[in-house]
């Protein structure tokens, strides 16, 4: 293996053996690179249907900001394969990753892993060759089978629980709730907005029975809003021991104060200062964290977003609301692959009072947009079925006028393709 295009080309592939919950494929690769999963400095490991890529994020970048030279693994990328891991904000190295796929071709074809397995295994073995202080780790699906359960956390944290990848975790919120409590892991700290009693009873039971702490944003922590707008939020946190005073983050939707809450709640337990945790907050973008109904432009108004099931859709839906009578109409790209609630998703869209285009995503996992069109069709949308989101954005910025709002929606996919054809 001698190129980045050739790794690539080993990489991608793997998506064949689609999702195979489990941790022996893992720690197999994990033993190939000197077990760098137990060199990952202080673990922050997150899990939860949303809000999960928010936290890490701001977590990432507070701890940054104290000084601390700090990891953050997420998924899936938007454009880069190296997006999904980087130190202090810098993506992995091209030539890193053929390194670390040289070191595990063999076994991979002789012991075949899923491609989430082998990315998780080189992000650890990245990190830990970096010396790394912080990991923020972000789990794929679920949690107790997920390929990055493997660390020993300092911290667990599940921002929400909601109906998504029931085929694999279940098709009720206690089922899913307790596969993703298990990352809690015996003497670790836990932190949870979960308030819901279904999903909050196998949090709780888990962490009593590993000894760790619970601590629950609304209970243990408060969050004031003091200002939304698209792309900045400022809310006061208040946490048992402390005020933290009009924090700004570049983000838009009320939905993410919760997230911010939480993000605030670790880094104070870990001892990090105010100050840092404000400037980290403030810096947030500084991790590549983006499509998170991210203003693109204005005239018209164009917001990119990766909401793909109903809870996550909800709350992007409510924070447009908020905004929504400053633009004349309001046009939605949509994409969405095949194991997501279409039908509610599109529910939830339409309380914006707004007309479809619907469209293929880069996927073989894509709903096609003639099927998504029907459903828009069937729930008494206007919808126009194009190829692509490209073609589809290129159509709307055409025919919109100056005081409209297009969203394009539905998928890291969609959302990964747009950006790549602005670069």
């Known amino acids: 293996m001698v190129t980045y295009q050739d790794a690539l080309d080993f990489l991608y592939p793997l998506h064949r053996f689609g999702i195979k919950p489990g941790l ?10 000197g077990s760098p999963h137990k060199r990952l400095g202080l673990v922050v490991h997150i899990a939860g249907t949303n809000g999960k890529g928010t936290v890490a994020a701001a977590l990432a970048s507070i701890f940054q900001a104290s000084g601390k ?24 190295s091209r030539q890193k990753v053929v390194h670390y796929c040289s070191l595990l071709r063999d076994s991979v074809i002789n012991h075949p892993a899923t491609f989430f397995e082998v990315t998780t295994a080189m992000a650890f073995a990245w990190f830990g060759d ?11 699906m679920g949690g107790r089978l997920d390929a990055t359960n493997v660390v020993d956390s300092a911290y667990a944290v599940i921002p929400t629980i909601g109906k998504d990848h029931t085929e694999w ?23 949870t907005a979960v308030t819901e009693p279904e999903s909050f009873l196998p949090i709780r039971i888990m962490a009593e029975s590993c000894d760790a702490p619970l601590f629950v944003a609304g209970r243990d922590s408060h969050c004031k809003l003091i200002s939304a707008e698209a792309g900045e939020l400022v809310v006061d946190v208040t946490t048992q021991s402390k ?24 880094a104070e337990d870990a001892g990090i200062a105010a100050e840092h945790i404000s400037s980290g907050l403030e810096r947030l973008l500084q991790t590549g964290y983006r499509a998170r109904l991210e203003k693109i432009s204005s ?36 994409g969405l692959v095949s194991d997501k609630d279409a039908r509610a998703v599109i529910r939830e869209l339409l309380r914006l009072d707004c007309s479809f285009v619907t469209v293929n995503i880069p996927s073989e996992r894509s709903v096609t947009a003639e099927e998504l069109g029907v459903l828009c069709q069937q729930e008494g949308a206007l919808a126009k079925v194009m190829g692509s989101g490209r073609e589809a954005l ?25 950006i790549a054809a602005a670069l």
Do not use: W
């Open 169 to 191: 975790l279940g098709g009720t919120l206690s089922l899913i709730a307790a596969e993703k409590a298990a990352i809690i892991k015996k003497g670790c700290r836990v932190f």
């Open 130 to 140: 970096e010396g790394v202080d912080v990991s923020i780790l972000e789990t794929g």
């Open 24 to 33: 022996e494929r893992v720690h197999g690769l994990l033993d190939i690179l």
């Open 299 to 334: 005239h018209p108004a164009l917001f990119l977003d990766v909401s793909h099931n109903p809870d996550g859709m909800r709350q992007t839906v409510n924070s447009l609301l908020s905004f929504r009578s400053a633009y004349r109409q309001l046009h939605v790209v949509l």
């Open 69 to 92: 030279k700090t990891a953050l693994y997420t998924s899936p990328h938007l454009v880069n394969f190296t997006e999904r891991m980087r130190i202090n904000g810098k993506e992995i």
């Open 243 to 266: 005020h933290y005073p009009a924090l700004k983050a570049p983000l838009t939707g009320l939905f993410h104060a919760t997230n911010l809450s939480l993000a605030v709640m670790v």
């Open 394 to 418: 290129q159509y709307l910025l055409e025919k919109a006028s100056e005081d409209d709002l297009i969203l394009v929606t539905g998928s890291f996919y969609l959302a990964g393709d747009i």
